[in-house]
């Protein structure tokens, strides 16, 4: 920290209590001067030789002599100063005392036309050649002045640090040699081998942004001048910018919020809140990271900032969605909505970032003729997902209505969800904690589901899931062993050529489903089923269970009983099929399956139907 001493006589300033001050001297005090609540008995003479304000005021004050100087920026601190000034006394400027020693100074007009070499130009000569040129003591003044202004501000002193600032934050990082926060984390060690560094190995090791943590202990108010300063040199890279305003967020953000704080405190996080989304680098698509924006916009809901910035965050988020994690979107909601957490605010958000990659999508559509790019897909991909995670997360709210979880899930596009697993999740935690849907709302929000794009691991547990209607798990049973016969047949086209192994679209899967289900429908077909079969619902699939190893072997136990529930209700119409077709014992009609009559009974489509 840079220092400069004044005066050369002993400092005989003394004190009486906490309210007197005076010189200790074989002289007699002849003035009192009333700063405060401070009282300075002092002599006139040494006075009114370096001021003219008390030049001034001791002519007029008569015998009386007692000076009442209430408004002098700085107080009985930088009174004093000023006082040993005047004797001689040696006075040592610093950062933290030289800007209300130079108020003061200017208050009582201790000038060059009073006297040569006097205060305010020792003071300005201290100023420039010193503190301006020093990057801890430039920010350490900068706080200083906001307990003297107006004054500092009309001196320029704000201005100046604010300069001398933000023109440091862009000087090349093998220089810089002033960050007292980046030089506190060094260990002894590393500033030892430091000082061995050439000059690339130095540029090297001082990050871009090792300056963002050193302004952090502004007010807002001087932080958002300095960060305007330096956004507008134009030298700064908007990542840095993001990373500044995610430092300063951290360091005075508090991680939770609670709603019995104090207006005024309130009144500070809102100002806060809006001072950094006004400062957000213009670069859309770099500098903050998704994270802290919603961060930002959690906050700004909980202390209700202005619409219009609130419309610009939920903008500059909506173009970085896909960044974002799930923990990130869970904003709580506030009165009058009852939910935990605010789905409408999400829900808007996710339909104005899919807006913008179709545009995005439409644009290089018609630039390179391709509908989707590998970047744009994968961004997409990464939306469903979020948005999957998400309803699993609220599926937990009691007082979240179907209505809400259904539109949030059909939000997003078809070629967004490839895999329904994430979906599966959120429907079984919603039916877990909603006991009491109906089954048009079951059905409702079982019908969200493909069973289609369901894993293994998922098929068997939904096979089993005693929530899901009846449909639903007969579909996922169909669905399987169609899955389990095209494996066959997929197997055996990969073994002729292994560069097909890809992942198929949903329009060739279709399509080897489908002759995998014929060549099932065949195998089962020649099982001839006898009316002494049907004596008992759990003696068909115990007889065909050797020969159909592709199908009742292997259902889990639970499916068996809704082989056997169904078996009862149908058996009637099986029956009358079966005299139908008796003429035709021969057709695979007339020796049917069980398989199919179920496909008749829940409304699953043929296989040539299908196809």
């Given at each position: 920290?840079?220092?400069?001493?004044?005066?050369?006589?002993?400092?005989?300033?003394?004190?009486?209590?906490?309210?007197?001050r005076?010189?200790?001297?074989?002289?007699?005090?002849?003035?009192?001067i009333?700063?405060?609540?401070?009282?300075?008995?002092?002599h006139?003479?040494?006075?009114?030789?370096k001021?003219?304000?008390?030049?001034?005021?001791?002519?007029?004050?008569?015998?009386?002599?007692?000076?009442?100087?209430?408004?002098?920026?700085?107080?009985?601190?930088?009174?004093?100063?000023?006082?040993k000034?005047?004797?001689?006394?040696?006075?040592?400027?610093?950062?933290?005392?030289?800007?209300?020693?130079?108020?003061?100074?200017?208050?009582?007009?201790?000038?060059?036309?009073?006297?040569?070499?006097?205060?305010?130009?020792?003071?300005?000569?201290?100023?420039?050649?010193?503190?301006?040129?020093?990057?801890?003591?430039?920010?350490?003044v900068?706080?200083?002045?906001?307990?003297?202004?107006?004054?500092?501000?009309?001196?320029?002193?704000?201005?100046?640090?604010?300069?001398?600032?933000?023109?440091?934050?862009?000087v090349?990082?093998?220089?810089?040699?002033?960050?007292?926060?980046?030089?506190?984390?060094?260990s002894?060690?590393?500033?030892?081998?430091?000082?061995?560094?050439?000059?690339?190995?130095?540029?090297?090791?001082?990050?871009?942004?090792?300056?963002?943590?050193?302004?952090?202990?502004?007010?807002?108010?001087?932080?958002?001048?300095?960060?305007?300063?330096?956004?507008?040199?134009?030298?700064?890279?908007?990542?840095?910018i993001?990373?500044?305003?995610?430092?300063?967020?951290?360091?005075?953000?508090?991680?939770?919020?609670?709603?019995?704080?104090?207006?005024?405190?309130t009144?500070?996080?809102?100002?806060?809140?809006e001072?950094?989304?006004?400062?957000?680098?213009?670069?859309?698509?770099?500098?903050?990271?998704?994270?802290?924006?919603l961060?930002?916009?959690?906050?700004?809901?909980?202390?209700?900032?202005?619409?219009?910035?609130?419309?610009?965050?939920?903008?500059?988020?909506?173009?970085?969605?896909?960044?974002?994690?799930?923990?990130?979107?869970?904003?709580?909601?506030?009165?009058?909505?009852?939910?935990?957490?605010?789905?409408?605010?999400?829900?808007?958000?996710?339909?104005?970032?899919?807006?913008?990659?179709?545009?995005?999508?439409?644009?290089?559509?018609?630039?390179?003729?391709?509908?989707?790019?590998?970047?744009?897909?994968?961004?997409?991909?990464?939306?469903?997902?979020?948005?999957?995670?998400?309803?699993?997360?609220?599926?937990?709210?009691?007082?979240?209505?179907?209505?809400?979880?259904?539109?949030?899930?059909?939000?997003?596009?078809?070629?967004?969800?490839?895999?329904?697993?994430?979906?599966?999740?959120?429907?079984?935690?919603?039916?877990?904690?909603?006991?009491?849907?109906?089954?048009?709302?079951?059905?409702?929000?079982?019908?969200?589901?493909?069973?289609?794009?369901?894993?293994?691991?998922?098929?068997?547990?939904?096979?089993?899931?005693?929530?899901?209607?009846?449909?639903?798990?007969?579909?996922?049973?169909?669905?399987?062993?169609?899955?389990?016969?095209?494996?066959?047949?997929?197997?055996?086209?990969?073994?002729?050529?292994?560069?097909?192994?890809?992942?198929?679209?949903?329009?060739?899967?279709?399509?080897?489903?489908?002759?995998?289900?014929?060549?099932?429908?065949?195998?089962?077909?020649?099982?001839?089923?006898?009316?002494?079969?049907?004596?008992?619902?759990?003696?068909?699939?115990?007889?065909?269970?050797?020969?159909?190893?592709?199908?009742?072997?292997?259902?889990?136990?639970?499916?068996?009983?809704?082989?056997?529930?169904?078996?009862?209700?149908?058996?009637?119409?099986?029956?009358?099929?079966?005299?139908?077709?008796?003429?035709?014992?021969?057709s695979?009609?007339?020796?049917?399956?069980?398989?199919?009559?179920?496909?008749?009974?829940?409304?699953?489509?043929?296989?040539?139907?299908?196809?």
């Open positions: 920290m840079k220092f400069m001493k004044l005066g050369s006589k002993p400092d005989a300033f003394q004190a009486r209590g906490k309210s007197v005076y010189v200790a001297s074989e002289l007699e005090t002849d003035v009192t009333n700063v405060g609540e401070v009282k300075f008995n002092l006139k003479f040494p006075l009114m030789s001021s003219n304000r008390l030049l001034m005021l001791l002519s007029k004050a008569g015998e009386e002599n007692e000076i009442d100087m209430a408004d002098i920026p700085g107080g009985p601190k930088a009174f004093e100063i000023c006082a000034f005047c004797y001689g006394m040696i006075v040592t400027l610093n950062a933290y005392n030289v800007v209300i020693a130079r108020c003061a100074a200017e208050y009582l007009e201790m000038t060059e036309d009073v006297d040569r070499g006097n205060l305010i130009f020792k003071i300005e000569v201290f100023l420039n050649s010193s503190i301006f040129r020093s990057w801890k003591d430039s920010i350490i900068l706080q200083t002045t906001k307990s003297v202004l107006p004054w500092s501000e009309d001196l320029k002193i704000v201005g100046s640090c604010i300069d001398s600032i933000a023109s440091k934050t862009s090349d990082p093998g220089s810089i040699t002033w960050s007292y926060t980046y030089n506190r984390k060094l002894v060690p590393d500033k030892i081998a430091e000082e061995g560094m050439n000059f690339r190995d130095k540029i090297d090791s001082v990050p871009m942004d090792w300056w963002v943590e050193d302004i952090c202990e502004l007010d807002i108010d001087l932080y958002k001048r300095v960060m305007i300063t330096v956004k507008s040199k134009g030298r700064m890279d908007g990542k840095v993001g990373e500044a305003l995610k430092t300063y967020a951290v360091r005075w953000l508090p991680d939770s919020f609670d709603e019995s704080i104090s207006d005024a405190l009144w500070r996080y809102k100002y806060l809140v001072t950094l989304i006004c400062l957000l680098p213009q670069d859309k698509a770099v500098g903050c990271s998704c994270s802290f924006l961060k930002l916009l959690k906050f700004a809901v909980l202390v209700g900032i202005d619409d219009s910035a609130r419309e610009y965050l939920v903008k500059r988020i909506s173009l970085k969605l896909h960044e974002a994690s799930v923990k990130d979107l869970l904003i709580p909601a506030r009165p009058p909505q009852n939910t935990l957490y605010d789905v409408e605010l999400i829900q808007c958000i996710v339909g104005r970032s899919l807006m913008h990659g179709k545009y995005n999508q439409d644009v290089k559509h018609e630039e390179n003729g391709d509908f989707i790019l590998g970047h744009e897909h994968g961004t997409l991909m990464n939306i469903g997902k979020l948005v999957d995670g998400y309803l699993a997360e609220i599926a937990y709210d009691p007082n979240l209505t179907i209505c809400s979880f259904v539109d949030l899930s059909r939000s997003i596009p078809v070629s967004a969800r490839p895999i329904h697993d994430g979906l599966y999740k959120a429907i079984d935690i919603y039916l877990k904690e909603h006991v009491s849907l109906t089954k048009a709302e079951k059905k409702k929000i079982c019908g969200l589901m493909d069973v289609k794009k369901l894993t293994t691991d998922a098929s068997t547990h939904a096979a089993q899931n005693e929530l899901l209607p009846l449909r639903v798990v007969v579909q996922v049973l169909f669905f399987e062993q169609v899955r389990a016969a095209s494996g066959v047949h997929a197997l055996n086209n990969n073994a002729r050529d292994t560069s097909n192994s890809t992942t198929n679209t949903d329009e060739e899967w279709e399509k080897t489903a489908a002759d995998g289900n014929k060549s099932l429908m065949k195998q089962m077909s020649r099982t001839k089923i006898k009316d002494e079969d049907f004596q008992t619902n759990g003696e068909l699939l115990k007889k065909n269970s050797k020969s159909t190893k592709n199908g009742a072997q292997l259902l889990p136990s639970r499916s068996k009983r809704i082989f056997d529930r169904l078996w009862v209700v149908g058996r009637g119409h099986v029956e009358n099929r079966s005299s139908e077709t008796s003429g035709s014992s021969q695979p009609t007339g020796d049917a399956s069980p398989l199919v009559h179920l496909q008749d009974k829940v409304g699953i489509p043929s296989p040539r139907e299908r196809v």
